[in-house]
């Protein structure tokens, strides 16, 4: 195994001249940690890994609009209502960055949406659950956004320069979004006894999937090694959630709310927070299609897509009866 | 340098710069006339922007989640400035009077309150709307209430491009196919009849209109008319010849629709009277 991960990753099969030079290239932009781009010559393996994670993490993001658009109508107040609105909104932003950065490798936006609808590709399975209260607009902000981000940050150096560009705007919304995230559930927390119980039942819905976010463990994660030999994923999912977890509690104890874990306590020894063992069953069985709401996000996406399909077609009609009414009037002013 | 140019849906103006906290803790109070009339324009922007809200994850296109959201943002702004106005006449929030006001307290048209219905539906509905406000925005601006004004001014420029995505979509899907070219007939049928309402004065309008304050709404029908017909015939669609419905003339004759609007935008608001969010 660890002989096939070279920075190029490839196995020594017959390369053509011209691959050769292309793998001589990205090995040394890999080695000198800079950037490929879309004209660049890259190897299968790598164009596929990145249409595969850019792909899927925009997928994220459009079926991530769904829990929060459940609180729009709803929102308690109209300042609220406008923020929300207008972070769904980023979301749905993000999603055509990310599906631009993916088209730059060569699969088209109607394929990727494709591999969507027909469940062959995946999201991230934290949006399988539901957002049961106004308070999960808080915790989703805190955590689920905040989970992406510390996943995320280390992306905007990815290899791939398109990703990589793409996620340093993402990253700057994303953390605009953690700060209102945590601002709902501060504001929360210090109201009434009922709000206050409303964002810890939130937090502690969500604190587990949240850690969830950065994959399995090191030891049961297959793709990771080699996409850090790519520069594409910079710290491994242990060090991520480590991380992630430090960032946390003292901002937990801030809001005056606690964390859904009896073994999570400071190690001084090693200086960073011990925590304990997640329920990978229970992740296992919702990346498998088996969490709370993965047939309603799936059931919503293809109805937009379906109920949709008229308005698509009609504009894709319109589009060419005006370029053909433009070609008969450029034709007929050659002819005068 | 200038940021006057009307050619641009991005534009920025002085305008821009008023936002609704801005408005309460500026010291102005509106009259008890004025602030009705705020009601009513406030009332329909957020009664709309309720409604697309629903969208935002459900459009025919990545894009349109946006544009229909981005719409829908705007008149929530509008309608943010607009009631914390209002509230300055009877020492309220824009939130006392958005979500602890009854059905028959709001002053919305019944256009805006209309179900969404399909994506022609909602342009239909956006085309007459964005069409009806920009003209009374347009003159708005010069109104003797220099909040009012403001207000105006710095909706405008949005609706101009609220007016732009209608009409876009209105050429798109009258032009397009057989099956879009029926749903925007039927669409047309189905929201023609709220169109009168639009343009109906009453006492309180006429008494600000005199003042300089308010817009008649009768005084912006001939070139609404005029606008909407050309566009309508550019798409190949018309007019449809349906009558007003009667009733509604935002005295507190209301569309069944209002109660379901409120009931959702409400329930969280009212399961805690008194908390701040």
């Given amino acids: 195994m660890a002989a096939t991960n070279t920075a190029g990753g490839h196995l020594s099969a017959v390369q053509t001249p011209e691959e050769q030079a292309g793998q001589e290239y990205f090995d040394r932009v890999i080695a000198e940690d800079s950037r490929i781009e879309p004209r660049d010559w890259m190897p299968e393996g790598y164009r596929k890994t990145l249409v595969r994670q850019v792909s899927q993490h925009a997928h994220s993001e459009i079926i991530g609009m769904q829990p929060e658009a459940n609180w729009i109508t709803r929102a308690p107040s109209l300042k609220r209502k406008a923020i929300l609105m207008a972070k769904v909104q980023?979301?749905?932003?993000?999603?055509?960055?990310?599906?631009?950065?993916?088209?730059?490798?060569?699969?088209?936006?109607?394929?990727?949406?494709?591999?969507?609808?027909?469940?062959k590709a995946k999201y991230s399975s934290i949006?399988?659950?539901?957002?049961?209260?106004?308070?999960?607009?808080?915790?989703?902000?805190?955590?689920?956004?905040?989970?992406?981000?510390?996943?995320?940050?280390?992306?905007?150096?990815?290899?791939?320069?398109?990703?990589?560009?793409?996620?340093?705007?993402?990253?700057?919304?994303?953390?605009?979004?953690?700060?209102?995230?945590w601002e709902i559930l501060f504001e929360l927390s210090h109201g009434t006894p009922a709000q206050k119980q409303m964002a810890q039942d939130a937090v502690n819905r969500f604190y587990g999937p949240a850690l969830q976010m950065f994959g399995p463990p090191d030891d049961d994660s297959p793709n990771s090694r080699q996409?850090?030999?790519?520069?594409?994923?910079?710290?491994s999912n242990d060090e991520l959630r480590q991380r992630f977890v430090d960032m946390i509690v003292p901002q937990a104890e801030a809001l005056g709310l606690t964390l859904p874990d009896p073994d999570l306590k400071w190690n001084e020894e090693r200086g960073h927070y011990d925590f304990g063992e997640l329920d990978w069953n229970e992740f296992k069985?919702?990346?498998?299609?088996?969490?709370?709401?993965?047939?309603?996000?799936?059931?919503?996406?293809?109805?937009?897509?379906?109920?949709?399909?008229?308005?698509?077609?009609?504009?894709?009609?319109?589009?060419?009866?005006?370029?053909?009414?433009?070609?008969?009037?450029d034709t007929a002013l050659i002819g005068a | 340098m200038s940021f006057a140019s009307h050619d641009s849906a991005t534009k920025q103006s002085a305008g821009i710069a008023i936002t609704a906290e801005e408005i309460g803790a500026s010291g102005v109070t509106a009259s008890e006339d004025v602030a009705n009339y705020a009601l009513y324009l406030g009332d329909d922007a957020l009664m709309l922007a309720q409604r697309l809200g629903?969208?935002?994850?459900?459009?025919?296109?990545?894009?349109?989640?946006?544009?229909?959201?981005?719409?829908?943002?705007?008149?929530?702004?509008?309608?943010?400035?607009?009631?914390?106005?209002?509230?300055?006449?009877?020492?309220?929030?824009?939130?006392?009077?958005?979500?602890?006001?009854?059905?028959?307290?709001?002053?919305?048209?019944?256009?805006?309150?209309?179900?969404?219905g399909d994506f022609a539906?909602?342009?239909?509905?956006?085309?007459?709307?964005?069409?009806?406000?920009?003209?009374?925005?347009?003159?708005?601006?010069?109104?003797?209430?220099?909040?009012?004004?403001?207000?105006?001014?710095?909706?405008?420029?949005?609706?101009?491009?609220?007016?732009?995505?209608?009409?876009?979509?209105?050429l798109r899907l009258g032009k397009g196919t057989e099956e879009s070219h029926r749903r925007m007939e039927k669409a047309l049928f189905y929201m023609w009849?709220?169109?009168?309402?639009?343009?109906?004065?009453?006492?309180?309008?006429?008494?600000?209109?005199?003042?300089?304050?308010?817009?008649?709404?009768?005084?912006?029908?001939?070139?609404?008319?005029?606008?909407?017909?050309?566009?309508?015939?550019?798409?190949?669609?018309?007019?449809?010849?349906?009558?007003?419905?009667?009733?509604?003339?935002?005295?507190?004759?209301f569309s069944e629709h209002r109660g379901h609007i409120l009931t959702e935008m409400q329930v969280l608001a009212r399961q805690h009277p008194g908390a701040t969010w």
């Fill in chain 1, 90 to 119: 980023d979301e749905a932003g993000h999603g055509l960055y990310l599906y631009s950065a993916a088209e730059t490798l060569g699969t088209p936006r109607h394929v990727l949406n494709q591999q969507l609808l027909s469940g």
């Fill in chain 1, 127 to 181: 949006f399988n659950y539901p957002a049961r209260t106004w308070a999960d607009m808080g915790a989703i902000g805190w955590l689920v956004d905040g989970a992406a981000i510390a996943n995320q940050v280390p992306l905007c150096r990815a290899s791939y320069g398109p990703y990589g560009r793409a996620m340093v705007r993402i990253c700057k919304e994303e953390s605009f979004h953690q700060r209102q995230g």
């Fill in chain 1, 227 to 235: 996409s850090m030999a790519w520069n594409i994923k910079r710290f």
């Fill in chain 1, 285 to 329: 069985s919702v990346i498998a299609g088996k969490g709370p709401c993965n047939v309603q996000r799936m059931q919503r996406r293809r109805q937009a897509h379906e109920n949709g399909a008229w308005v698509r077609e009609a504009a894709a009609e319109y589009a060419r009866k005006e370029a053909a009414a433009q070609q008969t009037a």
């Fill in chain 2, 54 to 116: 629903w969208w935002i994850s459900r459009a025919p296109e990545l894009e349109e989640d946006i544009a229909l959201g981005n719409i829908g943002l705007d008149l929530l702004g509008h309608a943010r400035f607009f009631l914390t106005y209002a509230g300055t006449a009877w020492g309220k929030t824009e939130d006392d009077l958005a979500y602890f006001r009854d059905e028959h307290e709001f002053r919305s048209c019944r256009l805006v309150e209309q179900e969404n």
């Fill in chain 2, 121 to 170: 539906q909602t342009i239909v509905k956006q085309l007459i709307f964005s069409y009806y406000q920009y003209e009374l925005y347009r003159r708005l601006v010069e109104s003797k209430d220099e909040t009012l004004a403001a207000i105006a001014d710095k909706a405008l420029k949005e609706i101009q491009y609220h007016q732009d995505h209608a009409s876009q979509w209105t």
């Fill in chain 2, 193 to 253: 009849p709220y169109v009168d309402e639009l343009f109906a004065d009453d006492e309180l309008l006429t008494r600000l209109a005199e003042q300089g304050i308010a817009v008649l709404p009768s005084s912006l029908r001939e070139d609404f008319d005029r606008r909407i017909e050309a566009i309508l015939a550019e798409a190949e669609l018309r007019v449809p010849a349906v009558d007003g419905a009667w009733g509604g003339d935002r005295s507190g004759e």
